[in-house]
């Protein structure tokens, strides 16, 4: 497993938007997929985005494509998932995740079993 932090949670209104931040070392973004999941109350874990480390080939929920972009930041190490246009049930407790590069088999990209190691989260609150 290897060591992610989140950061750029908070509260916004409705419309608002937010940057959330998956800190990781240099060695880490390199060879691991990155991905953000979130967790509303009485929910499940969802699947938000992933970005491949190889190739930079992203991947979006459905609920959340065309607000919301992962990227790659190399002078803070980091991926950043930018989220605009916030609607309440965005709201959450945001988490990032990674995964191997070399790991074998089939695997979904938005799917948590995918993944080995997580981050601690941060909360994002969207009013309406």
């Known amino acids: 497993q290897v060591q992610l932090a989140e950061s750029g949670g908070g509260l916004v209104q409705s419309g608002g938007s937010l940057r959330l931040s998956c800190t990781a070392s240099r060695f880490v973004l390199d060879y691991y997929h990155i991905a953000w999941f979130r967790q509303a109350p009485g929910k499940e874990r969802e699947g938000v985005s992933c970005?491949?480390?190889?190739?930079?080939?992203?991947y979006y929920a459905d609920s959340v494509k065309g607000r919301f972009t992962i990227s790659r930041n190399n002078a803070k190490n980091t991926v950043d998932l930018q989220m605009n246009s916030l609607k309440p049930e965005d709201t959450g407790f945001y988490y990032c995740?990674?995964?191997?590069?070399?790991?074998?088999?089939?695997?979904?990209?938005?799917?948590?079993?995918?993944?080995?190691?997580w981050g601690q989260g941060t909360q994002v609150t969207v009013s309406s």
């Open positions: 995740a990674a995964r191997p590069q070399d790991y074998s088999g089939s695997w979904y990209p938005l799917s948590q079993s995918a993944y080995n190691s």
């Open positions: 970005r491949l480390s190889n190739d930079g080939s992203t």
